[in-house]
């Protein structure tokens, strides 16, 4: 073999070295899994049925308080309305205005036939 021969072998060689050398690695970064995928739908979806599931019970939490609120008013009305006729009923039975309504009658006072009952 001649020398230029050996010349061109000898670079030839060299060329193949460092193109070798060049040849950068190439990361490939890891593909999610078709299995991966579907625990994370699933993750999605557990984490908005139970999204939806809080503010329903919130909302029906809402509603029975206002219906609370409601009846509590309610009552607080009707309790006004018995005391005032509760009142009433005291002024209607006060000694002064029956003794007024029998002599308006015609009725008269006979301290003999008066009685006194107490309430037990």
Do not use: C, W
């Amino acid at each position: 073999m001649s020398n230029l021969a050996h010349k061109y072998n000898q670079q030839r060689v060299e060329t193949q070295q460092q193109t070798q050398v060049q040849v950068k690695t190439v990361r490939r970064h890891a593909k999610i899994t078709l299995g991966e995928k579907f625990l994370a739908m699933l993750l999605i979806a557990f984490v908005a049925i139970m999204a939806v599931q809080i503010i329903s019970a919130q909302a029906q939490i809402y509603e029975v308080n206002k219906n609370i609120e409601d009846v509590k008013s309610a009552i607080h009305e009707k309790q006004k309305i018995n005391g005032d006729l509760e009142s009433q009923v005291k002024e209607l039975q006060s000694p002064e205005r029956v003794m007024k309504i029998a002599k308006n009658s015609g009725l008269d006072l006979n301290e003999n036939n008066v009685r006194v009952v107490e309430k037990k």
